[in-house]
């Protein structure tokens, strides 16, 4: 059973980087049969898709994000990352990491998710 | 870019009760469509995907069913665990987009 945990910084301040990480373990983030990916939730509200990557390094953003945002996988580390530049209050979020099956097109796993919120 | 639009935003209902959730696209898609149940504070939980596939280990009085630009989350009898928030998700050529959610309350 695979498990996804993320990792980062729950305060970053306006202009500055978020930066998280995804752990995986019970998988390989090698394997090619899924996609890895970002989702956030902001406080109250629904969830935004913000972008994923598959095991060849290829990715897709949520286009409007993109230009701040970077995707990126360590496969001797079993895990992938994002970094969103210039980040403002409306960054704050609960963000999630999620596999996506390859041609299935949906989310089968989650991690728990982790709040980031930016704030000076 | 395709528009999801999910309704009822608040539904009421009672243990028992057969309660149904619809999701409806801006044009026509393909059948890559999910559906995905929130409790506060937890990840959301993959239910139904393909539209009408039930996930394994879902209880089968989830189902969902449609095709083309409407779409439907069907709980036949409420249980006091499906209390929580339901969000539909649609693929289309790379992206993903959520519907806006659907609280189910007890009445």
């Known amino acids: 059973q695979v498990q996804l945990q993320e990792s980062g910084p729950g305060l970053v301040k306006p202009s500055q980087t978020l930066s998280l990480t995804c752990i995986v373990s019970g998988g390989s983030i090698s394997s090619d049969n899924y996609y890895w990916s970002w989702v956030r939730q902001p406080a109250g509200k629904g969830l935004e898709w913000i972008g994923h990557?598959?095991?060849?390094?290829?990715?897709k953003y949520n286009p409007s994000l993109k230009g701040r945002l970077t995707i990126s996988v360590d496969k001797s580390r079993n895990q992938f990352s994002l970094r969103l530049n210039s980040v403002t209050a409306a960054d704050t979020a609960v963000y999630f990491c999620a596999r996506i099956l390859y041609r299935g097109y949906y989310f089968d796993s989650w991690g728990q998710g982790t709040l980031v919120t930016v704030s000076s | 870019d395709i528009q999801m639009t999910q309704s009822p935003s608040t539904l009421s209902a009672s243990v028992g009760d057969r309660v149904t959730i619809t999701c409806r696209a801006s044009?026509?898609?393909?059948?890559?469509l999910a559906w995905y149940q929130q409790k506060p504070g937890k990840a959301p939980k993959l239910l139904i995907y393909k539209a009408s596939s039930l996930e394994s280990g879902v209880p089968s009085r989830f189902s969902g069913s449609g095709s083309g630009t409407e779409f439907t989350l069907t709980i036949s009898s409420l249980q006091p665990d499906d209390f929580a928030t339901y969000y539909c998700q649609l693929y289309d050529t790379y992206y993903y987009t959520f519907g806006q959610g659907t609280k189910l309350e007890i009445k």
């Open positions: 044009q026509t898609i393909s059948n890559w």
């Open positions: 990557i598959y095991t060849s390094g290829s990715t």
